[in-house]
């Protein structure tokens, strides 16, 4: 059997004031395989369907890999550029049996709502009918009508935190094998919850309904199911969480399982809702703590959902209040890592720092800081549950010290998975009364073991966690929380 992949991931915000090109992606071409091949953020599928066609004397064919940290849309040259080359990839590669895509799902480019239909569609027009085309997502997809139409399988990690990425790209090329050889029939359904919101699956009742899905697919029937959580800041017409299921030659009981499903899900609305605190809330009661250390999220600066990950608000606070004992991971700016750079390890200096791209960023906060350890092309640790961590690649990166409290900044956009950061760093997590980290959801996982405490924050920024006061113009608003209970219409 010969399997080709390929794929292109970008989560876009289409609300973010920074637009992506070509050069914001890492690609990673067939004559980068033999050295870069690895576990990484970037390679982590492809590398396990690599070891998947050894294992199983199947030919194995790898087209490109992209990857963008979450931004504005794409520019049409350069998704065009990527998708082209992807297209001619596989048309060098046939015949094929089987294609496999490592997409995100919810990627928007200058005149393409949806990219990852527009690539699948092409593809299975490339391919024929015959050839099982199988797309592994993130949850905050966009599953459009396209995708549902051009696809065999569909399958979104479970886990937020993403801690399944390995074991849903195993799952993928298992199911994609066995439909080829006619083992299984994938017959998919796909019920609109008609709502909007966040779902992390580490607390309860998403842990419970997360179990539960597993012990669906372990039933007779059900092939694999997945709950399309919607991406909030991608303002598009299929923007929205829908529940997948994909059956073994049993439309109605896909039809049937994806809306029990997600009427159950629906009927937990009101204890899904986010319960963040104001930037004054979130740190006053963070200071006031007696147990720490607090770990403080400042959701609204999250790179991985399309900030900038430069906000000052949160800084300007803790220095303006004299509290101490903090570390802050991490702030983009790659001028001042560069300034820190040029001067080198235990300089005094006066930096600038943050604030620089755009009103949600907040004012750049003038600061006298010593220069601590600088780890260049830093790979920043984001752990996988029980499989082995992968790495995300967040430039050369610097620690800073001043008025009691330790800066992480970094030259390349990401946000905070890991307590890690800090001990690369000579940071002492546990010594610190507040940890201050940019991320909604993915750092919980890591930082759970340690916290004495977990906030939430919604202070101001570019992706404010208030569902009902992004300004959608494309996603319709016929849903939850704008609508109480829209199924009964």
């Not at 294992?55 to 790898?62: A, D, T």
């Not at 842990?207 to 199911?225: C, K, M, P, Y």
């Not at 709950?227 to 997948?244: A, I, N, Q």
């Amino acid at each position: 059997m010969h399997i080709f992949s390929a794929g292109v991931r970008s989560e876009t915000n289409t609300f973010s004031p920074l637009p992506t090109g070509i050069d914001d992606f890492q690609v990673i071409r067939a004559s980068d395989w033999g050295h870069l091949e690895s576990s990484d953020w970037v390679l982590g599928p492809a590398n396990r369907w690599s070891h998947y066609c050894k294992q199983h004397q199947h030919q194995y064919s790898f087209g490109l890999m992209a990857i963008a940290e979450p931004a504005g849309p794409t520019v049409k040259h350069a998704y065009e550029a990527l998708r082209d080359e992807i297209l001619s990839d596989l048309e060098n590669a046939l015949p094929v049996d089987v294609v496999l895509l490592d997409l995100h799902g919810a990627m928007v480019a200058d005149g393409y709502e949806d990219c990852e239909g527009d690539l699948t569609q092409r593809i299975r027009s490339l391919v024929g009918a015959d050839v099982v085309i199988g797309m592994l997502l993130d949850p905050h997809c966009h599953v459009s009508a396209t995708m549902m139409d051009c696809s065999d399988f569909l399958i979104a990690y479970k886990e937020y935190p993403h801690i399944d990425v390995m074991e849903r790209s195993d799952e993928l090329i298992e199911l994609a094998v066995a439909a080829r050889r006619r083992e299984v029939r994938p017959t998919k359904a796909l019920f609109d919850c008609r709502m909007m919101s966040m779902y992390p699956t580490n607390t309860q009742p998403m842990r419970g309904f997360v179990d539960d899905l597993h012990r669906l697919e372990a039933e007779n029937g059900i092939l694999t199911s997945s709950l399309v959580h919607g991406f909030p800041w991608g303002d598009t017409e299929s923007t929205g969480t829908k529940m997948l299921v994909i059956s073994d030659d049993n439309p109605q009981l896909a039809i049937d399982t994806a809306e029990s499903l997600g009427m159950r899900l629906f009927d937990m609305r009101d204890k899904l809702r986010p319960n963040s605190l104001s930037l004054e809330g979130a740190l006053t009661k963070a200071a006031k703590s007696t147990q720490f250390p607090v770990v403080v999220a400042d959701q609204s600066d999250n790179a991985g959902g399309g900030a900038p990950g430069d906000s000052t608000f949160a800084l300007q606070w803790i220095l303006e209040n004299d509290v101490k004992d903090v570390a802050l991971a991490m702030i983009y700016d790659p001028a001042v890592v560069s300034i820190a750079k040029a001067v080198g390890y235990g300089a005094e200096i006066n930096v600038r720092l943050g604030g620089k791209l755009g009103p949600s960023s907040g004012d750049p906060i003038d600061i006298k800081v010593t220069v601590g350890k600088l780890l260049e092309a830093y790979q920043h640790e984001f752990p996988q549950g029980k499989n082995e961590s992968t790495s995300v690649d967040i430039g050369d990166t610097v620690a800073l010290h001043g008025q009691g409290v330790d800066i992480l900044v970094c030259s390349a956009r990401s946000q905070c998975f890991s307590p890690k950061i800090y001990t690369d760093f000579g940071i002492d997590p546990m010594s610190k009364k507040i940890l201050l980290v940019k991320s909604t959801t993915h750092f919980a996982a890591a930082f759970e073991p340690i916290a004495a405490e977990i906030i939430y924050m919604a202070a101001p920024g570019a992706i404010v966690p208030a569902i009902n006061e992004i300004p959608y113009s494309r996603m319709s608003l016929d849903k939850y929380p704008w609508v109480e209970n829209p199924h009964d219409r």
